[in-house]
């Protein structure tokens, strides 16, 4: 287990306004991403983060900005939330470069009206 | 770009029966593979991965996935089935990596597995 929080782990905003979601880890791991999980869609990832300050876009990034100032923490923001960005939203982190398995936190769920 | 194919939605069961949930992938040289499990309003939890070595993995609670590179599939295993097995199943690969170190995990849309007692 990565000792990975999630914050909020539930939140409802309306169309129009940032939202922030943020990732935190005790273990110290380089790799972090964020995923949202979509019915019919599985797992689809949108950003990710090799290092402090190195970050990189996954399938779905339009409209999803992160951060990455420290090791322990991973931040995904969304501008200008849409409707459409209604989803779950999960952080995972893991030594991905070397065993290659990730470790999942419990899931942020946002609405947005 | 890789690629993880579950080509059930739904997957059945009686309890006591073998399940199997399919998994075909498609990576460019070794993959690495990967079975996670998610039950209601929780993440993933991993259950078992492929490396290298036998193709036979085994992995919690029972389960095991069997690696067939000629047929590029890895597909989840249990010889007895649990009512508690009813779950979401995701199966995962991961790419090869970029010249910058970075390493992308690819899921499956997920099957889900209903035991019936």
């Known amino acids: 287990d990565a000792g990975i929080t999630q914050s909020p782990r539930h939140k409802v905003t309306e169309t129009g306004t940032p939202v922030t979601l943020r990732c935190h880890q005790t273990?110290?791991?380089?790799?972090m991403y964020w995923y949202r999980q979509d019915p019919g869609h599985g797992l689809r990832l949108i950003h990710y983060s090799y290092g402090v300050k190195d970050t990189d876009k996954g399938e779905v990034s339009d409209g999803y900005s992160v951060s990455r100032s420290k090791t322990e923490d991973f931040l995904l923001t969304l501008e200008s939330a849409t409707s459409s960005q209604t989803s779950v939203y999960f952080c995972a982190t893991g030594a991905v470069q070397s065993t290659g398995e990730l470790f999942f936190g419990e899931g942020s769920r946002l609405t947005v009206l | 770009a890789q690629s993880v194919a579950q080509p059930e939605d739904q997957v059945n069961v009686a309890e006591g029966n073998p399940l199997t949930v399919k998994c075909t992938y498609s990576v460019s040289g070794n993959p690495y593979l990967f079975w996670y499990v998610q039950y209601p309003n929780r993440g993933l939890q991993f259950l078992l991965k492929?490396?290298?070595?036998?193709?036979l993995v085994k992995g919690s609670y029972g389960f095991e996935a069997e690696f067939n590179k000629s047929q590029t599939s890895f597909h989840l295993k249990k010889p007895s089935a649990l009512v508690s097995d009813s779950a979401l199943y995701f199966c995962a690969v991961r790419d090869m990596g970029s010249g910058a170190g970075s390493y992308q995990l690819t899921f499956g849309k997920g099957t889900k597995l209903s035991v019936i007692p």
């Open positions: 273990e110290n791991h380089r790799y």
């Open positions: 492929y490396i290298t070595g036998d193709n």
